[in-house]
């Protein structure tokens, strides 16, 4: 018995040794793991700005200091793009407001039944002008979607009338009245509700905003037509991608896990299309035709392709993403246009951020913000690991329409107090001290 004791003490004090060995390599492993997913490392830092350097601009970044200041993501969890684009995709907002509004119902000449919601101000424009912002919201998305209500309740509480497009078909309960729903660039709908507003409002001046594809949407309807741009003060698209053509490449790619987003997007499209089947296919072989197609997709270019190009009877898919870019319109766009993209975005490639980067550099009345994190529609703002309800994007579109306002109100003030120079500027630092006195 002793003899056995004696050899349970000869190896008991090595064992602790060596488990604490393990214990250590595993901690070490799950530390760098967790730094280098949530990338705690990065810095964080004021948003790239490319522009030319006019009186306007410099007057928008002085009276709009988000844009020039450091943007601070939450401690633990903010530096990572995929829990911030993760974050917005779950939960949309934290403690998402309910504005109250009234939809719309816009009869289209094709058969179709264009909706969208209208939002009334809820306390009096700095100003004291009739603004309204007139809004496009994300892929497969409309008012009812927890990010528009948080920016439209803000909106509202600044003076500003709110309206929402609510894409073709993305509503669950209401019901497509032609074979058709909304694409990459279609602006029809688009198009009949500004023109709603117009035509109700005949005051009003209007504000564009646009979401992700609703970024593109706006962009491509301003420089369609020039007559698109008559009482538009600015326009603010954030997240798009610029080039549909371009980016169905990038989207094939695994960096950044960007097959994975494109599978959960082409899923998601998906549950759209057959919640509409009878409307969109009717009752024929065609019916099984396109739901065999559909359901073998695993990628938006496959759906794209066999069924959202035929809706307005594209030949091909690079004819459909060709036609349908605002790359190839934006550039007629000529009233103040801020366009934002993070550079953590998993579904935007960095290779497409050379589109607004070169308008930005080209094009005076374009400002290109560039925030070094932020995700795809996250942009939460938070100390360590709670975010804010508001997140920097709110607040930034709101604060570019306050300061052009105010430009619009005192324009010949900040012209006359304004030099002539047109030099192009990139710059990560504040632009207040070449400012014009507001």
């Not at 309206?163 to 279609?186: D, K, Q, W």
């Not at 080039?243 to 994975?260: K, V």
């Amino acid at each position: 018995m002793s003899n056995q004791e004696s050899d349970v003490y000869t190896i008991s004090p090595e064992m602790p040794a060596m488990f604490d060995g393990v214990k250590l390599a595993a901690v070490a492993t799950v530390l760098y793991i967790i730094v280098r997913c949530l990338n705690l490392k990065s810095p964080t830092a004021a948003p790239e700005i490319t522009y030319q350097d006019t009186a306007l601009n410099r007057f928008l970044l002085k009276s709009c200091p988000l844009l020039t200041k450091e943007y601070i993501p939450p401690l633990l969890w903010g530096k990572s793009g995929h829990l911030q684009t993760a974050l917005y995709g779950k939960l949309g907002r934290v403690s998402s407001p309910h504005p109250k509004g009234v939809r719309k119902y816009l009869p289209m000449i094709d058969g179709a039944t264009a909706t969208f919601d209208l939002f009334e101000p809820v306390a009096d424009h700095p100003t004291a002008d009739d603004i309204t912002m007139v809004i496009c919201p994300g892929i497969g998305n409309h008012s009812e979607k927890h990010y528009i209500r948080t920016f439209v309740d803000h909106s509202q509480k600044q003076g500003y009338r709110c309206a929402v497009l609510n894409h073709l078909g993305a509503l669950p309960n209401i019901e497509l009245t032609s074979p058709r729903m909304f694409t990459y660039g279609c602006t029809w709908e688009y198009a009949a509700m500004v023109g709603y507003i117009k035509k109700a409002y005949p005051q009003t001046q209007l504000i564009v905003v646009g979401f992700s594809l609703g970024g593109n949407i706006v962009c491509k309807f301003l420089g369609e037509n020039r007559a698109n741009q008559e009482r538009v003060l600015c326009c603010v698209s954030v997240c798009q991608g610029y080039s549909a053509l371009r980016a169905q490449e990038t989207f094939l790619q695994w960096d950044q896990c960007r097959r994975f987003y494109n599978f959960l997007m082409a899923d998601n499209m998906k549950k759209i299309i057959l919640s509409h089947r009878d409307s969109l296919f009717g009752r024929s072989q065609m019916l099984d035709a396109n739901l065999g197609r559909l359901y073998t997709a695993t990628s938006l270019m496959q759906i794209d392709d066999n069924i959202m190009r035929k809706f307005h009877g594209h030949n091909s898919l690079k004819e459909y993403y060709e036609k349908e870019s605002c790359v190839h319109y934006i550039h007629n766009v000529n009233v103040p246009l801020l366009l934002v993209n993070s550079a953590d975005d998993p579904l935007v490639h960095e290779s497409l951020l050379t589109i607004p980067r070169t308008l930005g550099e080209k094009k005076e009345n374009v400002i290109f913000a560039l925030t070094l994190h932020g995700g795809h529609l996250g942009f939460f703002e938070g100390a360590v690991l709670f975010p804010q309800p508001l997140t920097w994007m709110d607040k930034v579109i709101v604060g570019y329409a306050n300061a052009m306002c105010q430009w619009e109100k005192q324009k010949p003030q900040c012209q006359s107090a304004g030099h002539a120079a047109a030099t192009t500027t990139t710059t990560t630092t504040q632009c207040q001290k070449d400012a014009p006195p507001s």
